[in-house]
């Protein structure tokens, strides 16, 4: 339920700044106690419906949960070490990009330029740590210069993104399926297709050093912690409170005093960082950097976040459930190859449970007299 | 406005439902453990056989001949593989099995140095790794490798086109991507044979990134540019149907010669109507059958017995020899047929 305040004249500044921070109360209010408000349901409304809501966003916690059950039902190997390193590698790439997807999901918006950032800005820093390993230069040097490119590049690409969005008030899809075009074909300009392979051991390490006799990657620590602090900044901050202002009620945002286009610029931009970052950690998974690093990669971030509850129209989605929703795509990897069961049935699993997490939401949030 | 009474009843039962969720995954986890050790007894082998893709016929074939070696020998052959030959949709499937713990894994690895971490966990773990067709870089990891002749494979290829073209002209390289180690032996051993025929050149090499319809459009362009053109050798299938395509669209066949590598179905189809004028075909079920005998030996203790590197020789078809049955027997399958 998101309440649109009508400034009326004479609001000072003070006023505004105030019923910004209002409106953007109430919709965290909205989108956190949406369990709350399903107990002004009467009891003429369906059971199912009222089950629904009760159980809130951690219903797809509890899909996971039967997932890896189901799946250790049907072979044991599932609730084993190999399994789970190999289902938390495999998320880590997708997990980054859901991150940053779900800023931008919650301000209405979308980017399918992840997958594209993600693969320029490692083959952007690949090269050049490739070019300074050549020359005489410090392995340390190479190695800062060379992930400082994959960051700030990202970063880069991600407020061009969000300049050309807010500034010329075009659709993210269209800017960013040009941007994800472009930077698609310049990846293959960087390095002519080919990939590179002659990276800083520092880089190698980094995807194969784990902590806890093996247990806990070190790519998967870093994208447990990026959620961690993201979510915080969700929930948290007055950055995360206008990201679900602007996405809840653009217009009202706006007149309440909230800087809508600077702050879609930082959106897009942080969300270009956390590409860059992933790039990292791909670069490092694989000891090599490769042109096709990140293809199709934006529609499984996409995904992640629709699972958790994200809505496409904005103003709703939580970290928690981006996390679940990555999750639920990664154990279905794993446990399909586990069960001998070919690869392509693992989008096509996805796929259906896309589409049911977003009609169970919708049904949930109905019956909380949501939009 | 909501009673506090029914907020902390909700916020209770969100919370509850969070819990037992996590605490049922938890007790799971402690119950089934954490073992990741062998559950077959030394008996009974699994062995698994990771293709560069599963849907390549030359892939196939591979696995037909291990199958059936497998079911000579008395152990269980999983087939499972990316979609794709990209390190990107092998890597999931490799680092999944080591969970299953097989007792031997047969691999085509799909990219020199990205495949080199989940192979050392399975050496770590204990289970022998074997290469075939494509390897890593570090061969120290492997047991034994198995793949073909490339560099007589390009060799043959320059001496069918120079054949074909009476010795004289320009020949072209059509290559699938660099840093895979077989293709880049092909080229390798192409470029070096054509040294050998002096008034013929090398003019171009195109990489075609495994797209027969790019491959198709490099060999158009290259026409157009090159007049002198009497020569494509395509590197694996998709090289060498594009390369047929774009000949016979430009009228050259006939003219222009084609030799791939690989024999496909549709490959097949086009060397015995001529639009493709020879193939290198390789032997994958022999490198399937090979690949389970060796683990099977290194597996029952007779290491001894393994060589570390065997190079298989490749085979040349023409469109006059297309239909001889002692070379219709090489061509791949596109499909496992029974068991």
């Known amino acids: 339920m998101s309440t649109t305040k009508k400034p009326s004249e004479g609001l000072t500044e003070g006023d505004a700044a105030k019923t910004a921070e209002a409106d953007a109360q109430v919709v965290t209010d909205a989108t956190a106690g949406s369990a709350e408000l399903s107990y002004q349901l009467e009891g003429s409304v369906p059971f199912f419906q009222r089950f ?18 189901l799946f250790e039902v049907l072979t044991p190997s599932m609730l084993t070490k190999a399994a789970w390193i190999s289902t938390a590698d495999y998320g880590v790439e997708y997990l980054i990009l859901a991150v940053a997807q779900t800023f931008i999901i919650i301000t209405a918006g979308i980017d399918i330029s992840v997958g594209a950032i993600l693969g320029f800005s490692a ?59 472009a930077f698609t074909g310049a990846t293959d300009v960087l390095h002519h297709g080919a990939e590179i392979a002659t990276l800083p051991n520092f880089v190698s ?111 709703r989605g939580t970290m928690f459930g981006t996390l679940v929703g990555t999750a639920i795509m990664s154990v279905l990897t794993t446990g399909l190859v586990l069960i001998n069961v070919q690869a392509f049935w693992q989008q096509v699993a996805i796929g259906a449970i896309v589409v049911a997490a977003a009609g169970f939401d919708h049904i949930r949030l109905q019956s909380g007299d949501q939009k | 406005m909501l009673h506090s009474s029914k907020r902390s009843r909700a916020a209770w039962f969100r919370y509850t439902a969070g819990a037992a969720a996590v605490a049922a995954m938890a007790v799971s986890l402690a119950a089934c453990g954490s073992s990741s050790s062998s559950g077959s007894t030394h008996k009974h082998y699994t062995i698994a056989l990771v293709p560069g893709l599963t849907t390549d016929p030359f892939y196939i074939t591979m696995g037909v001949g291990a199958k ?42 799909t990219d020199v140095t990205a495949l080199k971490a989940p192979i050392q966990k399975f050496v770590n773990a204990g289970i022998p790794v074997f290469a075939v067709d494509t390897t890593i870089n570090d061969t120290s990891l492997l047991t034994a490798r198995i793949t073909s002749d490339n560099v007589q494979g390009g060799k043959v290829a320059a001496d069918a086109i120079a054949k074909l073209a009476h010795d004289k002209g320009d020949v072209a390289v059509l290559i699938n ?155 791949y399958m596109s499909a496992f047929s029974g068991s």
């Open chain 1, 123 to 181: 083959m952007s820093g690949a090269v050049v740590m490739q070019d300074m390993m050549s020359g005489h230069n410090s392995a340390t040097a190479v190695v800062i210069v060379g992930i400082a490119i994959m960051l700030v590049t990202g970063l880069a690409i991600g407020l061009l993104n969000g300049l050309i969005i807010s500034r010329w008030k075009l659709p993210p899809m269209i800017v960013t399926l040009g941007s994800m075009t």
């Open chain 1, 205 to 315: 390490n980094l995807g194969t050093t784990s902590l806890f006799d093996g247990w806990l990657p070190l790519p998967v620590l870093v994208a447990l912690v990026l959620t961690l602090v993201c979510g915080i900044i969700l929930a948290r901050t007055r950055f995360g409170l206008h990201t679900y202002a602007v996405g809840s009620n653009e217009v009202a945002a706006r007149r309440a005093g909230i800087h809508v286009d600077r702050h879609l610029v930082y959106v897009y931009g942080f969300a270009g960082l956390l590409c860059g970052i992933a790039g990292l950690m791909v670069t490092a998974d694989f000891s090599s950097a490769s042109p096709l690093a990140g293809y199709n990669d934006e529609m499984y971030a996409i995904a992640a976040c629709v699972i958790g509850g994200a809505s496409l129209w904005g103003g």
């Open chain 2, 177 to 331: 991507t660099p840093g895979i180690s077989t293709t880049d032996a092909r080229r390798q051993g192409f470029i070096e044979e054509m040294k050998k025929y002096p008034n013929m050149k090398v003019v171009a090499t195109e990489y075609y990134n495994d797209s027969a319809s790019t491959a198709e459009s490099q060999v158009r362009d290259l026409l157009l540019a090159h007049s002198n053109l009497v020569g494509v050798f395509g590197s694996n299938i998709y090289g060498a149907q594009g390369a047929g395509a774009a000949i016979a669209a430009a009228g050259k066949k006939g003219k222009v010669f084609v030799i791939g590598y690989d024999a496909e179905p549709a490959t097949v189809k086009m060397l015995k109507n001529g639009a493709i004028n020879g193939l290198v075909i390789q032997q994958p079920a022999l490198e399937g059958k090979l690949a389970v005998e060796y683990a099977y030996d290194k597996l029952t203790g007779k290491s001894s017995k393994i060589p570390k590197y065997t190079q298989i020789p490749n085979v040349v078809a023409t469109t006059a020899n297309a239909s001889d049955p002692n070379i219709t027997k090489y061509y």
């Open chain 1, 52 to 69: 629904m809501s009760r159980v809130g966003s951690f219903w797809t916690l509890g899909v996971l949960v039967l997932i890896v059950l």
């Open chain 2, 68 to 109: 059936a070696e497998a079911k000579k020998l008395g152990v269980t052959l999983t087939w499972q593989g990316g979609n794709a030959f990209t390190a990107e949709t092998q890597m999931p499937v490799v680092s999944s099995l080591l969970a299953k713990h097989p007792d031997a894994l047969l691999i085509a690895p």
